[in-house]
């Protein structure tokens, strides 16, 4: 089992859509909110993954796919 | 012995052992250094201090660090008065803090230093990090003096000559194919599978520490005293948050009088996203994907953005974006009023001077530092149109046709 911790940041056309217990549901992920900010026109949601490894990276694949953006949590790692 | 005494959740002041992590576990905010700072009071004056090493090693008690440093040589960098910039600029008591003067040619050697020391001490053999340019010559040199060994990761878009500055020092260099996410993707899951010393990860909570340094010097160079405007870069905005805290912990421990410092944040136009918030009147810095020859400062995600924000608005400070035309104009002028090379970041910070000043937001009274944070000769390939000699042939008379008769 692997765990990561991720930022998605949501469009607002995406808002309404059940993205992150979809996430769950399809690729057997567990998914911990941590913290949050969501309103009707924009949301950010700080969340741990656990799972195995290839359904993790494939759920990150998907979700973005969906128009998520997805970061680490640490921010960007490569600095100048 | 140092005055640290844990690491505390930046969010929600959860404290922690001093450890190489960097994420709260609760609520996976960054964490830093806290010090127990009535003790620190106690041992520190201002003659002491200055009566340190000539480096930023003579603020050791005010760094996290217990062994012996790793140093090589940096800091205690000049604090000019830019007489003629401030001039152009319509500033009368302009200062230029040049850190292209530190061993590596920028301010990355502040934190690099603290954090290599800390990973030492820690007992890690090896250290990481993912840089174009600066972050990744100042790693691969403090690895080499500490006698670590070095992973240095950079995207693959990466011009080879870029990284001449870090080859040197013999890191291990590791390519990635792949966009520049991806790196970060991929350094963010590197960071958790080995045992190193990730510089920016695992050990930033100590990488940052290294920067307060700037805010320290800044003001005993400028006689014991805060200054009334700071404009300085920002990419991950640490460097930006570290100099307020500086400021702010020399007048906590009564060295300099209580700050009335104004923050102000400069960015790339073609990245940033603190900047973006600041003028939004958000709390919240939306990612973006970064557009720009400003490569140094050229971060979408900014690890400490937000409380780079909080600064710029708590100290009633600003936040300016400059496109990439007017850093290279910035870089110009800099250079040919105050005889300082900065990188584009410096060009920067000069092009936001110029509006914050013509549009009286930094008055012409007012004491103004602005940070110049990295040496231009590392990126000197977008200045290339620059160079347009007079070709003469070898006489006198050659010369003065091409160039008319020198006064």
């Not at chain 2, 920002?234 to 805290?245: E, H, M, P, Q, V």
Request: charged letters at 20%; glycine letters at 10%.
């Amino acid at each position: 089992m692997a765990k990561t911790q991720v930022m998605f940041t949501f469009p607002q056309e995406l808002i309404r859509e059940p993205i992150i217990y979809s996430l769950g549901q399809q690729f057997k992920i567990v998914t911990n909110i941590r913290r949050a900010d969501v309103t009707e026109n924009k949301g950010w949601v700080i969340l741990e993954l656990e799972g195995e490894e290839k359904d993790i990276e494939q759920g990150i694949a998907w979700v973005t796919s969906k128009g998520v953006r997805v970061d680490p949590v640490v921010g960007d790692v490569v600095e100048g | 012995m140092s005055f640290a005494r844990a690491l505390r959740c930046r969010k929600c002041g959860q404290e922690y052992p001093l450890q190489p992590v960097n994420l709260c576990d609760f609520c996976l905010s960054p964490l830093e250094v806290s010090y127990d700072y009535k003790a620190m009071a106690r041992v520190l004056s201002r003659e002491k201090l200055a009566g340190g090493p000539l480096s930023m090693w003579r603020y050791r008690d005010m760094l996290p660090v217990e062994g012996k440093e790793v140093d090589i040589g940096t800091g205690l960098t000049p604090l000019v008065k830019a007489d003629n910039l401030g001039r152009e600029l319509g500033l009368d008591r302009l200062y230029i803090k040049n850190d292209c003067l530190n061993p590596t040619y920028s301010f990355k050697d502040r934190a690099v230093s603290v954090a290599v020391s800390k990973a030492r001490e820690f007992g890690f053999e090896t250290v990481a990090c993912a840089s174009t340019g600066n972050l990744a010559a100042s790693v691969a040199a403090h690895a080499a003096k500490a006698n670590m060994g070095a992973y240095v990761f950079v995207p693959s878009n990466v011009e080879v000559g870029k990284l001449v500055g870090t080859a040197i020092y013999n890191p291990v260099l590791i390519k990635v194919d792949g966009s520049y996410d991806d790196v970060n993707r991929l350094c963010a899951e590197v960071a958790r599978r080995y045992n190193w010393g990730f510089i920016n990860i695992n050990l930033r909570p100590y990488y940052a520490e290294g920067s307060k340094t700037l805010g320290y010097e800044v003001a005993e160079q400028l006689g014991w005293r805060a200054p009334d405007c700071v404009v300085a870069p920002a990419a991950s905005g640490l460097l930006f948050t570290r100099i307020w805290k500086g400021l702010d912990e020399l007048a906590m421990l009564g060295l300099i009088e209580p700050i009335n410092t104004h923050m102000y944040i400069a960015q790339a136009a073609g990245s940033s996203p603190i900047v973006n918030a600041f003028n939004a009147g958000s709390v919240h810095i939306h990612p973006v994907t970064p557009d720009t020859i400003v490569k140094s400062i050229a971060i979408g995600n900014p690890a400490d953005g937000y409380y780079a924000l909080m600064v710029a608005r708590q100290s009633g400070g600003g936040a300016c974006a400059v496109d990439d035309g007017e850093a290279i104009a910035g870089m110009q002028l800099l250079a040919q009023t105050e005889g300082i090379f900065a990188e584009a970041a410096g060009g920067v910070v000069v092009g936001a001077l110029r509006k914050l000043a013509a549009s009286g937001v930094i008055k012409r009274s007012e004491l103004t530092v602005a940070s110049i944070t990295g040496a231009g000769p590392r990126t000197q390939e977008i200045l290339a149109d620059i160079v347009r000699p007079f070709s003469v042939q070898p006489t006198l008379k050659s010369v003065e046709e091409s160039i008319g008769t020198p006064v």
